[in-house]
């Protein structure tokens, strides 16, 4: 279904915007958890100055175990990719899922910097350190079956949330993100995310910069901590979020689909219950 203006009377009229600078990351283009209608309707009323793709863009993992590459996720990349050429200063910093494209870190493609981590100047001076961020998970690095745990709970979440909503839609009521609910919790329980925003900003810290940008956790936020500024800019499987600079250089983060008032249910892929896709993976 296409999402412009004219053809859903529901979501509210967006003119385009220009930011200074937008941060996306953890899209997982080739995974069947991608909102690619939801980013494609973003990337339509979203131009910037710098465009940073921060990790898991392309989810390598996946493709390599089934090929899945619909037109939309092609025209998501063809679009990001023609960035450059309109005169954005588009830089992709690879994470773990598109960890193929390390090997060509420090190379430029058709204008498209590729490089493992970069710093931001804002427009009111501060400088931000911008990283997947798959080098500070802590389960990940150090405990690999708990994270393959932590993967299969949450792919059941997942599940159970595809299932639970397809019925609440039924009767007519609206999206319950379940998935968001059991996945805090379940990764509550090893303590990742909070390990992983405090290894970061200790990073920052190390780096002796305002803050850092990454993503990786797909948990969209922005707070202080202990004196530098955490931002998440969250994920185009769950939450379709981005972080975005304004010309004076305030940062926000946008909650996509809440802002454009879409049914999360209605964009992107449906996932039929006990069916043929799980969606997305762990961060
Ligand atoms: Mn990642």
């Known amino acids: 279904m296409a999402l412009d203006d004219t053809s859903d009377a529901r979501a509210p009229k967006v003119t385009l915007r220009r930011y200074r600078a937008v941060f996306i990351s953890d899209v997982h283009l080739g995974s069947r958890g ?3 209608d939801c980013l494609l309707d973003f990337l339509h009323h979203v131009e910037s100055d710098y465009l940073y793709l921060v990790g898991d863009i392309v989810d390598g993992w996946r493709l390599k175990k089934r090929w899945f590459w619909p037109d939309k996720h092609h025209e998501i990349l063809h679009k990001l990719l023609a960035r450059a050429r309109q005169g954005t200063r588009v830089v992709y910093l690879p994470g773990n899922h598109d960890e193929a494209l390390r090997s060509w870190i420090g190379r430029s493609f058709d204008g498209v910097r590729i490089l493992h981590d970069v ?3 804002t427009a009111d001076g501060r ?20 994270a393959r745990l932590g993967s299969l709970a949450y792919e059941s979440a997942l ?11 039924w009767l007519g009521l609206g999206y319950w993100p379940i998935s968001q609910l059991l996945k805090d919790q379940v990764k509550a329980a090893v303590n990742f995310i909070d390990n992983f925003e405090q290894s970061l900003a200790a990073e920052a ?28 800019d969250g994920d185009w499987v769950e939450s379709c979020s981005a972080l975005v600079e304004h ?16 049914d999360l249910l209605t964009v992107g892929p449906m996932v039929r219950p006990g069916g043929a896709g799980k969606a997305a993976i762990a961060a």
């Open 34 to 36: 991608c909102k690619a």
């Open 119 to 121: 710093i931001h100047h």
């Open 127 to 146: 400088r931000l350190l911008v990283i997947h961020g798959d080098a500070f998970d802590g389960v990940i690095a150090d405990m690999r079956w708990l």
């Open 159 to 169: 599940a159970v949330n595809t299932g639970v909503n397809t019925v609440r839609r």
């Open 205 to 232: 810290r190390r780096r002796a910069v305002c803050g850092v940008v990454c993503g990786h956790v797909h948990k969209p936020e922005m707070r202080q901590i202990e004196g530098v500024l955490y931002l998440n």
């Open 247 to 262: 010309g004076d250089g305030r940062l926000e983060l946008l909650d996509w689909a809440r802002q454009r008032r879409l």
